[in-house]
């Protein structure tokens, strides 16, 4: 079935500094890619997302790129902050289905 | 975004009972989804819940054991039949946006802990 593969599992970076977790997607049909932060104890928020049709897109510290054709997109945060510090999810939606098909998680650390 | 309210928001269970989970939102809204987050691990959808109609499950659930209700476009139940220590979870609830139902957002989730 339809998996989402995502990369690395941990990410310790100092603050300041980029942070970037990479997925991959099975389903080609796949056309919209959501990027969720959990923090301890709380609801997942919605972060950025980014459709099919873009490349890229950008939000003050965080920005997204897709490529279609290697079936990967990737979160891209800078200037880490400590607040940044979470476990961060990426998702694939099928056009039409609004069914979520979620990655692993990335707990991101942001030492001070 | 949608106000989207969970009932209760933990609990702890004996095994062989059941809990019904609620969750109610603060205007109409066409998709509404149930998932499971065990412990330390991502969330995995466990079925849509239909205004009118049966849930669609996806593989892996099954109705006898997690029965959802949708009544109207505002409130969904989510019961988690005759449980064992494996349902220890998080269960969450997501509406789709208004103006955009792709988009999803989440409940505060209930966190059930079954012994």
């Known amino acids: 079935g339809e998996n989402v593969e995502q990369h690395p599992s941990t990410l310790s970076v100092q603050e300041g500094d980029s942070a970037v977790i990479k997925c991959t997607y099975s389903?080609?049909?796949?056309?919209?890619f959501p990027w969720y932060k959990q923090e301890l104890g709380k609801r997942p928020q919605l972060i950025i997302d980014?459709?099919?049709?873009?490349g890229e897109k950008k939000d003050q510290r965080i920005a997204v790129t897709l490529n279609k054709t290697a079936k990967h997109f990737s979160l891209h945060i800078t200037e880490t902050q400590p607040e940044d510090s979470a476990v961060y999810f990426c998702a694939a939606s099928r056009a039409g289905t609004y069914k979520y098909i979620f990655g692993t998680g990335t707990r991101l650390k942001v030492l001070a | 975004s949608a106000v989207i309210s969970q009932k209760p928001s933990r609990d702890i269970c004996q095994r062989g009972t059941s809990l019904t989970i609620q969750c109610q939102v603060d205007?109409?809204?066409?998709?509404m989804f149930w998932y499971r987050q065990q412990p330390g691990q991502s969330l995995t959808l466990i079925a849509t819940?239909?205004?009118?109609?049966?849930?669609?499950?996806e593989s892996g659930f099954v109705i006898d054991k997690f029965p959802i209700s949708r009544p109207n476009l505002t409130f969904s139940t989510l019961t988690v039949s005759n449980m064992s220590p494996e349902d220890s979870s998080i269960y969450l609830c997501?509406?789709?946006?208004?103006?955009?139902?792709?988009?999803?957002?989440f409940g505060p989730g209930t966190r059930l802990l079954v012994l």
């Open positions: 819940a239909n205004q009118g109609s049966e849930a669609t499950y």
């Open positions: 997501s509406v789709g946006a208004r103006d955009r139902e792709e988009t999803q957002y």
């Open positions: 205007s109409q809204v066409t998709m």
């Open positions: 389903d080609s049909a796949s056309n919209y």
């Open positions: 980014i459709r099919s049709n873009v």
